[in-house]
Nanobody, 123 residues
Framework: QLQIVESGGGLVQPGGSLRLSCAAS????????MGWYRQAPGKQRELVAT?????????NYADAVKGRFTISRDNAKNTVYLQMNSLKPEDTGVYYCNADLWRVGEFASYPHWGQGTQVTVSS
């Protein structure tokens, strides 16, 4: 009943932009934070950016994307976005959405993952 669905990936030239979206739906009591992670070919999955669902909406970015990527949220829609500008070939990889959330009937939050969306930066 719980779904984490990403969209917006694709092929883009270096210096271009993409906007990723991730929506969580189902038996959700509340969401603590949502974020984006990526996995490049032959590498471990790494954090890209996160944002809390608190009123402060605190954000956190990996050094490699700071100043180029912007994470934002829409709490009413349980949705998080990742605006990616000035893309580099090194940004290529599968981007996964994560939602740390409380499900109905549970008494602790757990991370839940989407299936991922491919981002390819190439000329």
């Amino acid at each position: 009943q719980l779904q984490i669905v990403e969209s917006g990936g694709g092929l883009v030239q270096p210096g271009g932009s993409l906007r990723l979206s991730c929506a969580a739906s189902g038996s959700i009591l509340s969401i603590n934070a949502m974020g984006w992670y990526r996995q490049a070919p032959g590498k471990q999955r790494e954090l890209v950016a996160t944002v809390t669902s608190s009123s402060s909406g605190r954000t956190n970015y990996a050094d490699a994307v700071k100043g180029r990527f912007t994470i934002s949220r829409d709490n009413a829609k349980n949705t998080v976005y990742l605006q990616m500008n000035s893309l580099k070939p090194e940004d290529t990889g599968v981007y996964y959405c994560n939602a740390d959330l409380w499900r109905v009937g549970e008494f602790a939050s757990y991370p839940h993952w989407g299936q991922g969306t491919q981002v390819t930066v190439s000329s």
